[in-house]
């Protein structure tokens, strides 16, 4: 286990070091700066500001300083939000995502595992034909057309709910539904699929010529199995549904991680775009890593270095 992990966090610190790497010399090489679209700034201000952030310095020089600062946990200062660094804006922003992120993400599991288990256990019946009708549409419809939808019924139409904004849990019951829309029908469809095939195992065949009842089948021998394609999709979706989703925060006028995000790229806020990116990227080397290890406890005979057991 030990000698595994040791070999994960390795690759996983190369595979991080590349995407700095990678971003950091694409965002230089998009024309213009930070600064360049500042009306009526004089030539000589904009020097000092230039001078004062160090966008001087020849590239490498940047980035080996930026690679040194990062080794210490500082992702610099903002160019456009003054006195304001990189940390203190995923400081504030990130735990409004991540209240959003975990009931969306909640919503997900525990409504598309049971649907997904329920269509495939009454296959080709009228529950297996509305699971997978509402899976399609899940997958199919954007989600700033559900987001529209559902502020249009509740909060319109019937007043029932806050149409935008962020103040309590009655706030974050229309973002935290549409976010969870698409992936509660990939779920769905995955748990469908692959409770299919595993019911048609041989074992399960003969745990109910034994007796034992549809409920234990289920529960002890097929579930488990069925749910390891669903636990490697849950992985990035956490990730991503965790950093927000800039379209979702926008509708909904939440103070979100997304938001910034996406104001960094118009801006060309160098250390903004950067510091975001890493944190995404932390975050789904880390949970894909928490998946792996999540796959033995569902099947001991997956081991961690690939191989089943015989």
Same mark, same amino acid.
């Given at each position: 286990?030990?000698r595994?992990?040791l070999i994960?966090i390795?690759?996983s610190?190369?595979v991080?070091?590349?995407?700095?790497t990678i971003?950091?010399?694409l965002?230089?090489?998009?024309?213009?700066g930070?600064?360049?679209?500042e009306?009526?700034?004089p030539?000589?201000?904009?020097?000092?500001?230039?001078e004062?952030?160090?966008?001087h310095d020849?590239l490498?020089?940047?980035y080996?300083?930026y690679?040194?600062?990062l080794?210490?946990?500082d992702?610099?200062p903002?160019f456009?939000?003054a006195?304001r660094?990189?940390n203190d804006?995923i400081?504030?922003s990130?735990?409004?995502?991540?209240q959003?992120?975990?009931v969306s993400?909640a919503?997900?599991?525990?409504l598309?595992i049971?649907?997904g288990?329920?269509?495939?256990?009454r296959q080709?019946?009228?529950?297996d034909y509305?699971?997978?009708f509402f899976?399609t549409l899940?997958?199919?419809?954007?989600?700033?057309?559900?987001?529209?939808l559902l502020?249009?019924?509740?909060a319109i139409?019937l #007043?029932?709910l806050p149409a935008a904004m962020?103040?309590?849990?009655?706030?974050?019951?229309?973002?935290?539904l549409?976010?969870?829309?698409?992936p509660t029908?990939?779920i769905?469809?995955l748990t469908r699929?692959?409770?299919?095939?595993?019911?048609?195992?041989?074992?399960?065949?003969?745990?109910?010529?034994?007796?034992?009842?549809?409920?234990?089948i289920?529960y002890r021998?097929?579930?488990?199995n069925?749910l390891i394609?669903?636990i490697?999709?849950?992985?990035?979706?956490?990730?991503?549904?965790?950093?927000? #989703?800039?379209?979702?925060?926008n509708?909904?006028?939440?103070?979100?991680?997304?938001?910034?995000?996406?104001?960094?790229i118009?801006?060309?806020d160098y250390?903004?775009?950067?510091?975001?990116?890493?944190?995404y #990227?932390v975050l789904i080397?880390g949970l894909n890593?928490?998946?792996d290890?999540?796959?033995?406890?569902?099947n001991p005979r997956?081991?961690?270095?690939?191989?089943?057991?015989?």
């Amino acid at each position: 286990m030990l000698r595994y992990m040791l070999i994960r966090i390795f690759n996983s610190l190369l595979v991080l070091l590349a995407i700095i790497t990678i971003t950091f010399f694409l965002m230089h090489a998009i024309p213009g700066g930070p600064f360049t679209s500042e009306k009526n700034i004089p030539a000589a201000v904009l020097k000092n500001i230039e001078e004062r952030y160090r966008l001087h310095d020849p590239l490498w020089k940047q980035y080996i300083d930026y690679l040194g600062n990062l080794i210490r946990f500082d992702l610099g200062p903002s160019f456009k939000y003054a006195g304001r660094t990189v940390n203190d804006l995923i400081r504030e922003s990130f735990p409004v995502s991540l209240q959003l992120g975990v009931v969306s993400i909640a919503l997900s599991i525990l409504l598309g595992i049971p649907a997904g288990a329920i269509a495939a256990l009454r296959q080709n019946k009228w529950q297996d034909y509305a699971t997978m009708f509402f899976a399609t549409l899940g997958v199919s419809v954007p989600s700033f057309v559900l987001a529209t939808l559902l502020i249009y019924i509740f909060a319109i139409k019937l #007043s029932l709910l806050p149409a935008a904004m962020w103040g309590g849990i009655t706030y974050m019951i229309l973002p935290a539904l549409t976010l969870a829309g698409q992936p509660t029908a990939f779920i769905a469809r995955l748990t469908r699929s692959s409770m299919l095939e595993v019911l048609a195992q041989d074992y399960i065949k003969t745990a109910r010529a034994k007796g034992l009842s549809p409920f234990l089948i289920l529960y002890r021998h097929a579930l488990k199995n069925a749910l390891i394609p669903v636990i490697t999709y849950i992985g990035p979706m956490a990730a991503g549904i965790l950093t927000g #989703s800039f379209i979702i925060e926008n509708i909904f006028a939440i103070p979100g991680l997304g938001r910034h995000f996406v104001t960094s790229i118009y801006n060309r806020d160098y250390t903004v775009i950067l510091g975001v990116t890493i944190f995404y #990227s932390v975050l789904i080397i880390g949970l894909n890593l928490i998946v792996d290890l999540i796959y033995p406890l569902l099947n001991p005979r997956i081991k961690l270095n690939g191989k089943q057991g015989e």
